[in-house]
T-cell receptor
Framework: AQRVTQPEKLLSVFKGAPVELKCNYS??????LFWYVQYSRQRLQLLLR??SRESIKGFTADLNKGETSFHLKKPFAQEEDSAMYYC??????????????FGEGTQLTVNP | GAGVSQSPRYKVAKRGQDVALRCDPI?????LFWYQQALGQGPEFLTY????????KSGLPSDRFFAERPEGSVSTLKIQRTQQEDSAVYLC????????????????FGEGSRLTVL
């Protein structure tokens, strides 16, 4: 069965510091990985997906199949990055559409 | 707005009551998902619809949970004889994409319905 692990429930950094939110997954198939973000009083929304290889709001994430990781990184954190971040895995090839398995989330706080 | 709309936003129920939660997906979106999010946890999959067909209900925790999407648009999640452990935020999400290897569209989430069972 698939599983997503985010080892840090809380992460606090200062503005301008680098930030890395960890995500590890277990799945025997070919995964598609995502990061979703929920800002205060807003709905859950897609931040980025590994297949797009894009940088959104300065964040990047590289899929490392050897380490089964998909860590989210940003070189210089901003206060507006404070939010709850969820790593999620999608089951490629299944009949369940874009069904996602989420990690428990990491609350990022960027202090001024 | 054109986003996913859920109602009610908040629901307080006495143990044993039945509740119904409504989801209006984005117009034209084929896929619709229900997730349950307990306090301090990530969302957990409940069920999936492609148009009006319920293709996966493996995440429904018990037979007290029932979901439908009769016309392939609005969906209702019904919980019968609510229990305290049903207290959670129920999230609905829709996607333009349907099933299939090549179709993994972005999920658009609603704001959720927060259910508290006393």
């Amino acid at each position: 069965a698939q599983r997503v692990t985010q080892p840090e429930k809380l992460l606090s950094v200062f503005k301008g510091a680098p930030v890395e939110l960890k995500c590890n997954y277990s799945y025997s198939g070919s995964p598609e990985l995502f990061w979703y973000v929920q800002y205060s009083r807003q709905r859950l929304q897609l931040l980025l997906r590994h297949i797009s290889r894009e940088s959104i709001k300065g964040f990047t994430a590289d899929l490392n199949k050897g380490e089964t990781s998909f860590h989210l990184k940003k070189p210089f954190a901003q206060e507006e990055d404070s939010a709850m971040y969820y790593c999620a895995l999608s089951l490629l090839g299944e009949t369940s559409g874009s069904r996602l398995t989420f990690g428990e989330g990491t609350q990022l706080t960027v202090n001024p | 707005g054109a986003g996913v709309s859920q109602s009610p936003r908040y629901k307080v129920a006495k143990r044993g009551q039945d509740v119904a939660l409504r989801c209006d997906p984005i117009s034209g979106h084929v896929s619709l998902f229900w997730y349950q999010q307990a306090l301090g946890q990530g969302p957990e999959f409940l069920t999936y619809f492609q148009n009006e067909a319920q293709l996966d209900k493996s995440g429904l925790p018990s037979d007290r949970f029932f979901a439908e999407r009769p016309e392939g648009s609005v969906s209702t999640l019904k919980i019968q004889r609510t229990q305290q452990e049903d207290s959670a935020v129920y999230l609905c999400a829709s996607s333009l994409a349907g099933s299939g290897r090549a179709l993994h569209g972005e999920l658009f989430f609603g704001e959720g319905s927060r259910l508290t069972v006393l």
